[in-house]
């Protein structure tokens, strides 16, 4: 490579279970370095991919009654699909199950073994039987084990090793001498100390006998190869090593290994000194970023609060998570993720900053300039201060993806938005529109409709569809919607005559309301044995409006307070799924005296046709929302309790629009 091509992995991940927020944020931020660099106009290639061997997979394929095949093949698409809905340009997905890929594991391990490298020798341990998991005299808690804390047994088993310690030193030097190859220097710290404990050779073998489901050795076929030393080969694999000698040099060394910060021993401890027994460069950069929490806890199946991205989706839309990703964490560090962090940073910094800059630039133009983009304008000190402001902050963005501050290249790009809000308050072209000041009036809204061009390509990389939807609307022609940064970087772009559209809402505010099945679903309940015992069970059946009195001191409301809530009767008319959404419906409903439109979450619970002559009931005074951009006017009551999901119905004949009470 060098420093003309990018080449960017995120890990592979496992497939025991479906993706969360974790996965999503790795490759979300892949997805957006790839675009950025492919708007530089750098050769780019970005691999994703599975981690399909190993006893957690073949622990969830007996779990799941299937083969551990069946496993893998289940779950894959549950990643696959997630990329899809997140809009994710990999370029590549691989399976370690591929045989392009089981064929270079092999082949490296048989080079390995034949050079010595590779030893068989006796592997003593502390062996638990229900986790089939070796520990070391240290890892035991009280003489038990340390996971399910029952007695553990000593055990000698004959394996195979990787001479990891004779490489210790030279890491050491290779980690010292490049400062670059671990990142954030925290975690090369990190490397660093766990370095000066002496460094044993890596057991990479397991008998078939205790877990079959992995790449045979090619010298011993009754071993399996252990998974890390299987998976990490896939960045090297997927790049066509050892063979496609063209492809291989085209993209490696990888110009950057993101991961989270708990796998940071083996990309920056194992994974190097595989590649130098195998004769082959480092990557450039390991850059291990930290852990999303929720609020302040870790997330946690037991816990049951998992954030499910597809659902983030659907609640917010591809482009608003996307975005609150990035802007929201700091490589390097922990991030909360919060449904009110959410909503505070959405209605602050793409309602009101970014949606309003683009509602006003566009409503104006359509308006006053007939919907077409003035000539460029004499500039005067104002629009000077707007024009440095935008520009500097292309540079800013560009400086921040060389130093990984993505939120602060984003935070950037916010703070130009905000300028041109400002220049346009103080510039007041609705005042300008009154009076006879053409000459401004056009000056104003090509600086507006400027920064917005800019501003939009800065942000195309994290939210492609929303703006590339804002670039079309400024009259930019196709091949102009996906930006180059050199384009970014001048002013005054924006081509004269060019039709401007119409665009409806860019990010229509969030109000805070409750409608069934979405945010309650963002968080995923634990199943009910496995939930805490102090919470009770989550049976959403009520409206329950968060604003209402309560009686002092308990959780009791009055009469009075119920009686605001009004419910009706209502039968569905029709009912379709939401295009894009693998939970939505919109539902057409009859209230005897009027009619209306309400989008509930009943998918996978309810075949539309089937709702269609239901009668049910709904909240009628809620105040309208949008999901997924579509209004919704009311919400309908049912009773959740894990899995299932039912509507309530009238006992019998009542007409629609009857009062409940
Ligand atoms: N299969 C291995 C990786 C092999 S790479 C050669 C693996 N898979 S994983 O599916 O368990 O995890 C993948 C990634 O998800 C890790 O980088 C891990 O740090 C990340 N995350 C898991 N939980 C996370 C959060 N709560 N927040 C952010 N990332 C987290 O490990």
């Not at 708007?39 to 691999?47: A, D, E, I, K, R």
């Not at 608003?320 to 909360?336: H, I, K, P, V």
């Not at 006003?360 to 000539?375: E, H, N, Q, W």
């Not at 009931?617 to 309908?636: D, K, Q, T, Y």
């Amino acid at each position: 490579m060098g420093n003309d091509t990018f080449y960017v992995t995120t890990p592979i991940y496992y497939v025991n279970d479906k993706p969360h927020i974790g996965h999503a944020y790795t490759t979300i931020l892949a997805d957006v370095l790839a675009r950025f660099h492919r708007l530089l106009g750098t050769p780019t290639h970005f691999l994703t991919g599975t981690d399909e061997h190993g006893q957690k997979v073949q622990r969830a394929a007996t779990e799941n009654g299937i083969t551990p095949q069946e496993q893998c093949d289940r779950t894959v698409v549950r990643f696959q699909e997630l990329w899809r809905k997140l809009e994710i340009t990999h370029d590549d997905f691989i399976r370690t199950t591929e045989e392009r890929h089981r064929r270079v594991v092999r082949g490296i391990l048989k080079d390995l073994y034949q050079r010595g490298e590779i030893y068989a020798s006796n592997y003593e341990g502390w062996y638990c039987v229900p986790c089939e998991r070796f520990f070391t005299e240290k890892d035991l808690i009280e003489a038990k084990c340390p996971e399910c804390k029952r007695s553990v047994e000593k055990l000698v088993e004959r394996n195979y090793f990787f001479r990891m310690t004779q490489h210790q030193q030279w890491l050491i030097d290779y980690i010292e001498a490049h400062p670059e190859f671990i990142q954030p220097p925290h975690r090369r710290q990190e490397t660093l100390g766990f370095l000066r404990k002496p460094l044993g050779d890596l057991c990479i073998s397991r008998p078939k006998t205790r877990l079959n489901w992995g790449i045979e050795l090619p010298f011993d076929s009754a071993y399996v190869t252990y998974v890390w030393f299987d998976a990490l080969v896939n960045y090297i694999s997927g790049v066509g090593y050892p063979d496609d000698k063209a492809t291989f040099g085209k993209w490696w060394p990888a110009t950057y290994h993101l991961i989270g910060k708990d796998i940071l021993t083996t990309h920056t401890v194992y994974w190097p000194i595989m590649l130098k027994a195998c004769g082959v460069e480092l990557p450039r950069t390991v850059f291990a970023h930290g852990w999303w929490l929720v609020g302040k806890d870790k997330m946690s199946k037991s816990v049951g609060n998992v954030v499910n991205p597809m659902d983030m989706v659907e609640k917010c839309g591809v482009d608003a998570f996307r975005y609150f990703l990035m802007a929201e964490m700091t490589l390097g560090q922990d991030a909360s993720f919060t449904e009110q962090a959410f909503t505070v940073r959405y209605n602050s910094d793409l309602a009101n900053d970014l949606g309003n800059l683009a509602s006003r630039v566009l409503k104006m133009v359509k308006r006053d300039l007939g919907g077409k983009i003035p000539p460029v304008p004499q500039t005067g000190e104002d629009e000077k201060e707007l024009m440095e402001l935008t520009l500097g902050a292309v540079a800013r963005v560009q400086e921040s993806l060389g130093t990984m501050q993505i939120d602060r290249g984003i935070a950037d790009t916010l703070a130009a938005v905000r300028a041109a809000n400002r220049y346009f308050e103080k510039m007041a072209p609705w005042k300008l529109a009154k009076s006879d000041d053409q000459a401004g009036l056009s000056r104003v809204l090509y600086c507006g409709a400027e920064s917005l061009r800019i501003v939009s390509g800065l942000l195309y990389p994290v939210m492609p569809g929303k703006m590339s939807e804002l670039r079309r609307a400024l009259g930019l022609d196709d091949t102009e919607i996906t930006p180059r940064l050199a384009d970014l970087a001048q002013w005054g772009k924006l081509k004269p005559g060019q039709c401007t559209g119409d665009i409806e809402s860019l990010f229509p505010r969030i109000v805070e309301t409750k409608p069934v099945a979405t945010m309650d679903t963002i968080v995923e309940p634990a199943s009910p044995a496995k939930a805490p015992a102090a919470k009770p069970p989550r049976t959403p059946v009520s409206a329950k409006p968060t604003n209402l009195t309560k009686v002092a001191g308990t959780d009791q409301i009055g009469i009075e307070t119920f009686s605001t809530v009004k419910l009706r009767t209502a039968r569905i008319t029709a009912a379709e799924p939401v295009k894009g959404s693998h939970k939505l419906v919109r539902l057409q409903v009859h209230l005897g005296t009027e009619d209306r439109q309400i989008v509930a979450g009943l998918l996978p619970h309810y075949r539309p046709e089937e709702l269609v002559g239901k009668t049910v009931v709904v909240v009628a005074n809620l105040e309208p929302a949008r999901l997924l951009g579509i209004e919704s006017n009311g919400m309908l009551l049912a009773a959740k309790t894990g899995e299932h999901l039912r509507l309530l119905t009238v006992d019998g004949a009542l007409p629609p629009g009857s009062e409940v009470s």
